[in-house]
């Protein structure tokens, strides 16, 4: 069985880092790509990232694209998204997904991921 749990989300002040991590079971590295979306109150999910697990290609969308970065680590199941220079519009539950393969087109269709993580939420304070 699938799972994916995301950790590291909390309180920091505009400006802050946070390390998001999205540990996974019930399926290999090669067999599934992960993202990172991220659902603010009274919008719609957005996709910001994602990294294939099988060459390491990373994709981003615009408005996060040089302030952070995803990252994984085979040996501990794991991808993460370190996020810096964060500002206050920023703050959302920032989510994990998997599917077979994503590159960036697939950010944007968040309904092709099959699995998700429960979320964690990120508040970014002015």
């Known amino acids: 069985e699938v799972h994916l749990v995301e950790s590291g989300g909390g309180l920091v002040q505009a400006g802050g880092s946070l390390r998001l991590s999205c540990a996974f079971s019930?399926?290999?590295?090669?067999?599934?790509?992960i993202g990172w979306f991220r659902q603010a109150p009274g919008k719609e999910r957005e996709g910001l990232s994602c990294i294939s697990t099988s060459d390491g290609n990373r994709y981003y969308v615009e408005s996060v694209k040089g302030r952070f970065t995803i990252s994984r680590d085979n040996a501990k199941n794991t991808v993460y998204l370190q996020m810096s220079s964060l500002k206050p519009e920023d703050t959302a539950v920032y989510y994990c997904?998997?599917?077979?393969?994503?590159?960036?087109?697939?950010?944007?269709?968040?309904?092709?991921?099959?699995?998700w993580g429960q979320g964690t939420q990120v508040t970014v304070s002015s």
């Open positions: 997904a998997a599917r077979s393969t994503c590159t960036y087109l697939y950010l944007h269709t968040d309904y092709e991921f099959p699995y």
């Open positions: 019930g399926f290999t590295f090669d067999e599934y790509d």
